[in-house]
């Protein structure tokens, strides 16, 4: 992993050693900017994945500083991300530049998106040095970024990689991308994978001193995942790029392990298509244009069976539209100095069979005037982000209207001539208005839910060194920061469908991350490769001296949080060792003994060759995950998976 500011090209490197041919897509920063960040910036790249041994997309970010991932358990499983303890709703998510968006529960369940198709995954926490991007990707705390692979075409017209991927408790995992040259300046790509898991996986249920085994029940899934692609190149300065998307899933619903009860009929089937365009164009010397569009649909159908819901069945239906524009334009008088504006308009609406009378639409308008001058040693950035929102509603009073000013500053300054040592720091404040369900969803609705408003300050230091001795590559980062939340709205889990909201008023989160990566050079054919993370949170709530949980750390918030991996790349079997933990956290905002969940440390192990068979590519992967067979749980009465086993064999022509 590495810790930068990063500009990525793709390239095709290959490597021949004693007969063995490695060739693949990677994604290579440009060492010049790489620790010159003026606020956090982490990211992990295609050949990261393979080297760190890394299994899935939640996986991939248990390995960056400041993240707290949920996980439910299984291959498939619903999976969220809260980074810096501010909640997954201030974590944009944003697919080849343009935002992925669920206005209804305002959390982009990530496990819909697979690591085959990923050339990089960067995480930026509060604004980088890049302004020339959409209004709607920096209005978050922070944005989680995947660039999806490019077409290998180098030097052929059409390429093929085909995968299977087995492994324990029924999963399945095909997957197929297809790459076809049209003609110099167009290209397309075609890919899609099917997953099928029974995720039946044993687990230890304790009751006082009586500890049985148990079977993880009613857990299936079936995922089905498409997308097509086409890159057009209309001149040698400017791109258009076109992409469409389709995803289903069927899943069992476990329900939350309880003492003679784990018995659940709940099930979900959603149904996600979208379609969006973005053309980069640079006009003259001086301007820069980039246009994005989108139309996204949705569709969730939860249903549940009991004795509870009159007729025996629970059949609940929400659909999903969104209709997206956004069009940026940067101005560059100088090398050293650059200006952007970028104006965002997004219609969404909601619709439901039932629990959702209210019909709400929501009509949102993001502006940011941005600002970037940098010198050899210093670069300061600035945006200044104007957000309107306009709620709508058919049968019910709406929700209230919401305006706000949000400014950013970040700067960057090298403090020695000679060598890479950076220091840094930024604010920035978020503006976040309640998501459909936290304002109109029966039961736990509420229309007067104040916006959240959250503050981040942040100060680090980073330092990068390449030498041409043992140690070939040295980085070093770690930053401290401070968030200040106003009316933080906190999700707590119901069961995998229904949440509960809770407004803590205040909160104060103080931490600390620590980021550190090193290449071992043995020699020409042997390296090793370390990658570190730790991360320290103080999230307290801070509303009332008289209130019982005062000073109390918030829910699912871990004091300590980290992640160690070692590759040991070779000329025979490449292999890495990795390691992710959490300290014990409380399951609500009062921090008893009852209360804790307690914390863990999971252990993995990842052997891979790359190898030629005429004209084919072969390449074969074998993991081992949570070896030591740790049981443990992310969310509580959620039990994960022990020890599992996956295997990937991949063919390349």
């Known amino acids: ?95 080849d530049g343009v935002a992925v968006s669920d206005l209804q529960s305002g959390q982009v369940d990530l496990s819909r998106f697979t690591l085959d198709n990923i050339r990089s995954l960067s995480l930026a926490i509060g604004d980088n040095d890049e302004i020339f991007l959409p209004a709607r990707t920096v209005a978050s705390a922070a944005t989680l970024r995947l660039q999806t692979l490019l077409p290998d075409l180098v030097d052929k017209n059409c390429h093929l990689k085909a995968e299977i991927k087995t492994g324990s408790f029924g999963m399945f995992n095909p997957y197929m991308r297809y790459d076809q040259k049209i003609s110099e300046k167009v290209s397309t790509s075609v890919s899609g994978d099917y997953l099928r898991a029974d995720n039946q996986y044993p687990f230890q249920l304790v009751n006082v001193e009586n500890v049985t085994k148990e079977y993880r029940n009613n857990n299936q899934i079936e995922t089905w995942r498409t997308e097509g692609n086409v890159y057009v190149r209309p001149s040698t300065n400017s791109t258009l790029n076109g992409k469409v998307y389709y995803y289903q899933s069927w899943r069992e619903l476990p329900g939350p392990v309880i003492l003679y009860n784990s018995i659940s009929h709940e099930k979900e089937m959603d149904r996600n298509f979208f379609a969006q365009a973005n053309y980069k164009a640079k006009l003259g010397n001086n301007f820069s244009l980039l246009l994005n569009g989108k139309f996204n649909w949705a569709y969730s159908h939860y249903h549940d069976e009991g004795g509870q819901y009159p007729g025996g069945a629970l059949d609940n239906k929400y659909y999903q539209r969104e209709y997206y524009g956004s069009a940026a334009m940067m101005y560059e008088p100088t090398e050293h100095l650059a200006f952007a504006y970028a104006g965002d308009y997004a219609y969404n609406t909601l619709n439901a069979n039932a629990n959702l009378k209210s019909k709400p639409l929501r009509h949102t308008v993001l502006q940011t005037l941005s600002g970037r001058y940098h010198l050899d040693r210093l670069a300061v950035t600035a945006v200044l982000l104007r957000s309107d929102y306009w709620n709508k509603t058919k049968l019910v009073n709406p929700s209230k209207d919401a305006h706000r000013l949000s400014p950013s500053l970040s700067l960057s300054w090298k403090a020695l001539a000679e060598a890479e040592l950076y220091l840094r720091a930024s604010y920035k404040d978020v503006f976040r208005v309640a998501t459909f369900t936290e304002n109109y969803f029966d039961r736990m609705g509420s229309r007067d839910l104040n916006p959240e408003i959250a503050r981040q300050y942040n100060v680090g230091v980073t330092y990068q060194v390449d030498t041409k001795g043992l140690l070939s590559h040295l980085q070093l980062s770690t930053d401290g920061y401070f968030n200040y939340v106003k009316d933080k709205i906190v999700a707590k889990p119901y069961n995998m469908f229904y949440w509960t909201m809770l407004n803590l008023g205040k909160v104060h989160i103080w931490g600390a991350d620590v980021n550190a990566d090193a290449d071992f050079r043995l020699n020409e054919q042997h390296h090793l490769l370390f990658g570190g993370a730790y991360t ?118």
Request: aromatic share 8%.
């Open 1 to 95: 992993m590495t810790v930068a500011s990063l500009q990525v090209k793709a390239q095709n490197d290959t490597l021949v050693t004693k007969g063995r041919t490695l060739r693949e897509l990677t994604v290579r920063g440009d060492k010049s900017k790489q620790v010159t960040s003026t606020s956090p910036f982490q990211i992990v790249t295609n050949r990261d994945l393979l080297q760190q041994g890394i299994t899935d997309l939640s996986d991939a970010l248990r390995r960056f500083s400041g993240v707290n991932v949920k996980d439910y358990g299984g291959a498939g499983g619903i999976k969220t991300v809260s980074v810096r303890s501010l909640g997954s709703q201030h974590t944009a998510v944003s697919y």
């Open 536 to 653: 320290y949170q103080y999230a307290v709530d801070k509303t009332m001296k008289e209130s019982i949980s005062y000073k109390n750390q918030i829910p699912y918030t871990p004091r300590h949080t980290g992640s160690a991996s070692l590759a040991w790349e070779n000329p025979w079997l490449n292999a890495s060792i990795h390691a992710t933990g959490v300290s014990d956290r409380y399951t609500t905002e009062v921090n008893t003994e009852k209360n804790m969940l307690k914390g863990y440390i999971e252990y993995g192990v990842s052997l891979y060759r790359s190898f030629p068979l005429g004209n084919v590519q072969m390449a074969v992967r074998g993991e081992v995950i949570n070896l030591g067979n740790k049981q443990y749980s992310i969310v509580k009465s959620y039990p994960m998976p022990g020890r599992s086993y996956k295997l990937t064999l991949s063919v390349s022509l």
